[in-house]
Structure formats: C-alpha cells, structure tokens
C-alpha cells in the first residue's frame, strides 16, 4: 500500500522556524518528483515547494521563496521542507504529494494534478 507520512507540523511564534518531513512507503517515489502543498482555512490548495526526481530542480512558491528550502533523499525515500521566518500567513495544513514516475522540473512541478499520491497532512499554525 503506497502511502505518503507527514511530520513535524506544530505551534510557533512568527519569526521562527519548522522542519517537515515526508517518509513515503510502499511505491517506487524516489523516481518521480515530489512536492508540497498547503491549505490554509477557507482557502484553497496552494502549491509550495516542488523538487524533481533526481533532486537538481526545484520550484518555489514566491510567497515562500527565500525562506523555505525543499530537500529529498531518495535512497531513504523522504522529503523535508525546511521553513524559515515563519509568519501568520504560513498557517496551514500542510501536505506531501508524489508524482512515481514524473520527470516534471521547474514550474511544471507546481501543478497539482501531476501528484498521484498525497499524505494526510500536518497542521502548522505560526502565532504573531
């Protein structure tokens, strides 16, 4: 059973910093690209950060460009976004998504419809 986990979600004060993690199972992620999504209260799914299979190309949201960082390693089959200076805004649920088998780089990698696979989610909540 192919299956996506997140980790690391929690409760932080504006200005600081989170890691999230992604642990995938069960399928062959390591050979397509992976990303992260988040939906914010009444929102819709916005996209966040991408990286491609081979880990060389990476898409950035620009709500979160410079201050996120996205990182895959594919022998382990885990994903982990690094989050930095954290604002309110950045409050969300937030979700892994994998496409097994996309060779999508560069802003190709933020359209949603390419995940075929997607984790529960966890909750982020930054405080101001």
């Known amino acids: 059973q192919a299956q996506l986990v997140e980790s690391g979600g929690g409760l932080v004060r504006a200005g600081d910093s989170l890691k999230l993690s992604c642990s995938a199972s069960?399928?062959?992620?390591?050979?397509?690209?992976m990303g992260w999504f988040r939906r914010a209260p009444g929102k819709e799914r916005e996209f966040v950060a991408a990286i491609s299979r081979g880990g060389d190309s990476v898409y950035y949201a620009d709500s979160v460009k410079g201050r996120f960082s996205i990182s895959r390693d594919r022998a382990e089959n885990t994903m982990s976004l690094q989050m930095d200076s954290l604002t309110p805004e950045d409050t969300a649920v937030y979700y892994c998504?994998?496409?097994?088998?996309?060779?999508?780089?560069?802003?190709?990698?933020?359209?949603?419809?390419?995940?075929?696979?997607w984790g529960q989610g966890t909750q982020v909540t930054v405080s101001a």
């Open positions: 998504a994998a496409a097994p088998g996309a060779a999508n780089t560069g802003r190709t990698m933020g359209i949603w419809k390419i995940y075929r696979y």
């Open positions: 069960g399928n062959t992620f390591s050979n397509g690209a």
